[in-house]
């Protein structure tokens, strides 16, 4: 009898034969998913043996249902799973006996009306033959003649097949009133009313895995596709065969080189429509992203003005959003552009949160229709941020990745950044940056630039490049969505020197500046620069070069009246034709400990002021701990300061330059 049934079963899947078709079928549930919500708290299993006896010969036979280790259903997905069994006998509508058996799944809290639980079942077992449920839902209506028959404890349910992008299968289970508890049951007899089968007998079996809710809340971050798709389109014929969308769950694996095919033969005039499940709210702010390609240059533009993708959020059968391929292809490629084999990425923003996006094709044309749907989405858009790149020298090759960009404000800061994705999931290319829009600062950019897609920028700028330039980047993803930022290089003037060494050191009161070159060009002379900020800087000396040479040459400089406290030191670097550049800076600190002496002061000591040049000294203040003036001087105080009549505790001496400068010392008295 098994290998009688088994043969019937393949012929008739065959020739879709729903006449003389034979009831088999199931599924039970359970789910694995990355953004899972609340899983099933408790399960618990039953079953029903039944007998029925008609009034041919003596013929009996007892139907046996079961329920293994239904708590395997409970809690995170993992490989355990429980098994319904069912057994029965039917011939025609003379004799049916069947078996019954179900779980009941209650959830960890209640799940809203019109929001969905998914349960990842296996294919089903007839006798040793497993069946694929894509061929079994059309051919025997597992579902609509109650082979599995859903329920939910409150309100009416409905249910319907769907796979993960891994392929696994899951029942998808809606409520029109809030539940907690669904039951999935398995009845070996539920086909012969509606199918009226000649024939069935033997044992159906089928795992039940985990059931998972994911409607508690929106996508937050980085989501990316769909975490269901329907078992098969749906359409307005009977005959699906006319319509197909082959292997549906290649649409959402994340796999640009994988593709379903949703394909309508030519002469047919009707609807067909497939549905991808987000599981969660996606916000409005996301876009629904599409990579299409087409066969044979099947699409023109009547057909494509049919195909439609539209978003839907909850039970409301009115779509949030509706975009035809004909409107989403006009700004990209066309016709002229959207050839067959080529693969173009679509998107619009639905500007309303959505849970499900539909694909559908409304064709009033007698046309084949043969789209291939190689990812479908919903993403954030790409935030791509930008910064500055660390100089250069003009007249030298450059290499600078875009990652290692700094802030434009804070040196401490990355100036790089891309949202959704690693730095390597992006490629990069310049946005006009050699066009009449080009955003550069000076000029275009020299021509020896290039951009790698992996975001390198290298080139060859010659001597007289040199400059701030500011150039656009678009950064764009695997899936087609991009983004331009601005970046900042400084190509500096090349140095008409090559400076191998400066120094800057303290001797005594005195600053020794050192510096050393091995080879100049056109060089006309070094001036020293001095400054206490950083800002403001004055020519304190100059010291002539040697012009040319291509050997060591050593030079130096003394500062004989540094500045109390910092002394920041540049070089400036003049060429004959009074281009120059400057060097490093260089830090000399001559700090308070050593301006007055002793410090603290004990007994009757005068406090010595060490001031190299008291000519530039306008004033002396000895000021105490509580702001107030005690002492005041004008004239050079070469003997000190008399400090017999100070209480004991802390001091500032203030020193006021002529030139408006001041400066300001600590000391204790003791």
Same mark, same amino acid.
């Given at each position: 009898m098994e290998n009688f049934t088994s043969r019937l079963i393949r012929k008739l899947i065959a020739q879709k034969n729903k006449v003389s078709v034979l009831a088999v079928a199931i599924l039970l549930i359970f789910s694995e998913g990355s953004y899972a919500q609340q899983y099933v708290q408790t399960s618990t299993g039953g079953h029903a043996d039944e007998t029925y006896t008609v009034p041919i010969v003596d013929l009996t036979y007892g139907a046996v249902g079961s329920v293994s280790l239904p708590a395997r259903a409970e809690g995170a997905p993992d490989a355990l799973f429980s098994t319904l069994n069912v057994e029965g006998l039917k011939i025609s509508n003379a004799i049916t006996i069947d078996s019954r058996a179900w779980v009941d799944l209650t959830m960890e809290a209640e799940v809203p009306a019109g929001k969905h639980t998914f349960v990842r079942i296996s294919e089903p077992d007839f006798d040793g033959l497993s069946l694929d449920v894509s061929s079994l839902v059309d051919l025997l209506g597992l579902l609509t003649n109650n082979t599995v028959f859903v329920t939910t404890d409150e309100g009416t349910a409905s249910s319907r097949f769907v796979r993960d992008p891994s392929n696994n299968l899951y029942l998808e289970v809606t409520s029109s009133e809030a539940y907690k508890t669904i039951r999935v049951t398995l009845d070996f007899g539920g086909s012969t009313d509606e199918l009226g089968?000649?024939?069935?007998?033997?044992?159906?079996?089928?795992? !039940?895995?985990?059931?998972?809710?994911?409607?508690?809340?929106?996508?937050?971050?980085c989501a990316v596709a769909p975490i269901f798709t329907g078992l098969r389109p749906t359409t307005d014929l009977v005959n699906v065969g006319l319509f197909d969308l082959d292997d549906p769950h290649r649409a959402i694996d994340g796999n640009?080189?994988?593709f379903s095919v949703l394909r309508k033969d030519a002469g047919v005039l009707s609807n067909v429509s497939q549905t991808f499940y987000l599981g969660k709210t996606a916000p409005s702010t996301n876009e629904i992203v599409a990579t299409i390609s087409q066969t044979a240059g099947l699409l023109d533009a009547t057909v494509l003005s049919s195909i439609s993708i539209r978003a839907f959020n909850g039970t409301n059968p009115t779509p949030v959003a509706s975009k035809n391929l004909g409107q989403l292809l006009l700004g990209v490629t066309l016709l002229n552009g959207f050839n067959a084999g080529d693969v173009t990425t679509i998107k619009f923003f639905p500007e309303a949160v959505?849970?499900?996006?539909?694909?559908?094709s409304t064709t009033a044309v007698s046309a084949l229709v043969s789209l291939n749907i190689h990812e479908l989405g919903s993403r954030p858009p790409v935030i791509f941020n930008g910064g500055k790149l660390a100089a250069a020298m003009a007249g030298t090759a450059i290499s600078r990745n875009l990652t290692s960009a700094i802030s434009n404000t804070s040196p401490s800061l990355p100036g790089?950044?891309?949202?959704?994705g690693a730095s390597t999931s992006f490629t990069y290319k310049f946005f006009e940056v050699s066009g009449p829009t080009g955003r550069v600062l000076a000029g275009t950019l020299p021509p020896s630039f290039q951009l790698s897609a992996g975001g390198v920028l290298t080139g060859s700028p010659t001597s007289t490049q040199y400059g701030v330039y500011v150039f656009d980047v678009t950064a764009i993803n695997g899936f087609g969505q991009s983004d331009t930022t601005s970046f900042v290089i400084n190509l500096q003037n090349p140095l008409p020197v090559t400076l191998v060494e400066f120094t800057a050191r303290p001797e005594g009161r005195t600053t020794l500046l050192s510096w050393s070159t091995t080879m100049e060009t056109n060089s006309d002379r070094f001036e020293i620069e001095r400054s206490q900020t950083g800002k403001n800087w004055q020519k304190i000396g100059t010291v002539r070069s040697n012009q040319e040479s291509t050997s060591l040459l050593n030079y130096s400089f003394t500062d004989s009246k540094p500045l109390d406290g910092a002394n920041l030191y540049r070089l400036k670097m003049v060429d004959l034709d009074e281009t120059f550049a400057y060097s490093q800076i260089k830090d000399v600190d001559f700090s308070a400990s050593a301006y007055l002496y002793p410090n603290p002061v004990i007994g009757n000591e005068n406090l010595i002021i060490n001031a190299m040049d008291w000519s530039s000294?306008?004033?002396?203040?000895?000021?105490n701990a509580m702001g107030k003036t005690v002492f005041e001087a004008?004239?050079?105080?070469?003997?000190?300061?008399?400090?017999?009549?100070?209480?004991?505790?802390?001091?500032?001496?203030?020193?006021?330059?002529?030139?408006?400068? !001041?400066?300001?010392?600590k000391f204790v008295r003791q």
């Open positions: 089968a000649l024939l069935a007998a033997g044992t159906i079996s089928l795992n !039940v895995y985990h059931a998972v809710t994911y409607e508690n809340g929106t996508y937050e971050g640009l080189s994988t959505y849970d499900r996006i539909v694909i559908s790089f950044s891309i949202g959704c000294i306008k004033q002396v203040k000895v000021i004008s004239n050079a105080l070469s003997t000190g300061i008399n400090t017999k009549n100070l209480a004991a505790g802390s001091y500032f001496v203030k020193m006021i330059h002529v030139n408006g400068s !001041v400066s300001t010392h």
